[in-house]
């Protein structure tokens, strides 16, 4: 399906809305056309949104690599980290830019929709850095490092058209629903849905119209577009040989309809689908390729013994009769009859080379002429049985053919089943920050940036929490949640997560402190004459310090409610919370190579759970710096 320019507008608004001061986190590739962007905020759910060179739209998954996109590796240098600042819609056409700003830095892409679809990289100036199909066309040329050129604008934009514009249906000499479809860039769904709420013959022409029946369009084309922009929706799915999703419902011949929540959802469902068919296809394309030509293979192998079998046959045919002609009184081939009755068995001798032969079909079998009739049968026999023998031969290889293509069948199916997808789970509201459970059963948050430090301060801390802080420059904050009166088993495992997840950890500092303070004692505010950076807080009064001896954290599979979630924290608490969990320390592996690991040991545990959990969650919850593992263990008694 393609999306229609209207539905364009709806998309535009909504995600405008969904990704307002989002920064881009990450970037995936999932087929050469299309691409995920991961969007994050420091108070907010993540948002995916998959960009495609058929339409653009949130995702509620996300689809492990199909095929390099080369895009990619341009995107992450020039987006990464920056805000989505804007999404636009050129007039009523299926294109879109979306800016991206930061850093003194801005760029542009533009979602080209239609044909065979683009994804174009621009910088503030709109000149071409990057794009996924080079074009040269009689309107407009796009290579890299020229200017964007959009195509020619067909038609009316059906955002400002007035009753006047449709007035010139009445001058067209074609039907009036084509002249509808083609000046106003609408679909035929759309266009029959028009005619049919207008209760007008699509075949009409514009000339026979009326212009209360013109009025009429104008007042149903109004509502539709309007229905379809502001999201006055009732989502459906047609199912036909192509899955369909609209936003209104529209009458339709198809039995096959299925009510979706909402518009978005229903694009996420088809063009999920889609991408992940296509995916399954180009994973077992090269073997099927390989599967044909050994079925044909196969069926040469069949011929080949049915080609024997009848040779043989033959062969063992004429020894029979060259044994019926010695009892009737021919001894040699010599005989001047034998000429005519070999030509009743379809057989001739022939002579090549000065070497008598036997042609028995295509086979070609020597003898000596002056041979006995029973020696020359008795040596064809002996053909006969020879051509039998290769028939064994052959469907050994026939046999050794079958079992390739049965492996080779299972080889695809696993690969088409390999095309493998994890659901965006709508995460807890602590999970924005770094947090695990005490051995009291106590909840712990951590900032991860200046921006979490300040949010976790600013609106998460109450009055009978505590405040923790590691005694070093480029410390977070943690809070341990109703911690007035906590056990001490809940303060120092709070000291140590801070202490870990702190410059100590990339700098493999041992021996540190962290302390606790009370709600009062955190000051939001400078002091007067100085500056506060974002995140950084001053504190008054008494700190309660807590002496850190070791530096190991643990990754642990946390039960939540109905769910499993990642935590990372001291390794007693985790120990106890989890169903499974993995001991770090400090220097070994980079970040993400890190986390890899981390998750094979986890698929080696819990595999069904493991691969929900997408690697990037895994990089989330680990400490900034190297890491190595020192233990991992299974929990069973969960």
Known sequence: MALAGIEIRYLVNQISNLTKDYYVSN?????????????????????????????????????????QNRLLKRLRSDLLRLKLTKIEQIGAERIVYLTFAGFDKEFIIIGEFFSDGNVILCN????????????????????????????????????KININDLLELRSADISCAKWVGRSLGLPTKYVDEIFRRSNIDTNLKGAELQEEQIKTLFDTITTLVRDVTEGNHDPIIINNEKMDVLPIKIETNSSNVTAVPTFMEGLDKTFTE????????????GIDKEITELEHKLEEQDKAISVVKEKSSEI???????????????????????????????????????????????????FNIKSSLPAIASSLFNESKRQSNAIESI??????????????????????????????????????????????????????????NSSIIRKHLEKNDLVFHADIFGSPFFILKNGKGAPSASLNEIAHATVCFSRAWREAMYGLSAYWVNPEQVKKAAPS?????????TIDGQRNFVRVSTMRLAVGLIQHDDDIILSCGPPEPIKKNSIGYVVIEPSGSELVDTAKKIKIEFLKMREEITKTINL???????????????????????
């Open 27 to 67: 970037i995936y590739s999932v087929t050469k056309d299309s691409l995920l962007f991961k969007f994050h905020h420091p108070e907010k759910q993540d948002v995916m949104l998959m960009l495609s060179t058929f339409g653009f739209w949130q995702s509620s998954v996300k689809i492990e690599p199909i095929e």
């Open 124 to 159: 503030n100036e709109m000149k071409i850095l990057a794009l996924l199909h080079s074009i040269d066309v009689r309107h407009r040329t796009l290579k890299v490092g020229m200017q964007y050129v959009a195509p020619p604008q067909n038609g009316l934009n059906i955002f």
């Open 274 to 285: 889609n991408i992940l068919e296509k995916g399954k296809t180009i994973q077992s394309t």
């Open 316 to 366: 063992a045919k004429v020894a029979k009769y060259l044994q019926q002609m010695n009892s009737s009184g021919i001894i040699s081939l010599d005989d001047h009859r034998v000429k005519d009755m070999l030509s009743k068995v379809n057989v001739i001798i022939i002579k090549e080379k000065g070497i008598s032969k036997l042609k028995i079909q295509d086979a070609k079998i020597e």
């Open 395 to 452: 469907e050994q290889l026939k046999k050794q053919t079958e079992k390739r293509i049965a492996k080779l069948a299972k080889k695809a199916e696993n690969a088409a089943n390999n095309v493998s997808y994890s659901e965006v789970k709508k995460k807890n509201w602590f999970e924005r920050y770094r947090w695990f459970y005490t051995s009291d059963g106590l909840l712990a948050i951590g900032g991860r940036d200046s921006s979490s």
């Open 529 to 537: 004459g100085q500056f506060l950076p974002k995140g950084s807080f």
């Open 616 to 638: 990037d969650d895994f990089v989330r919850v680990l400490p900034a710096g190297k890491s190595n593992i020192v233990e991992s263990k299974i929990n069973l008694d969960e």
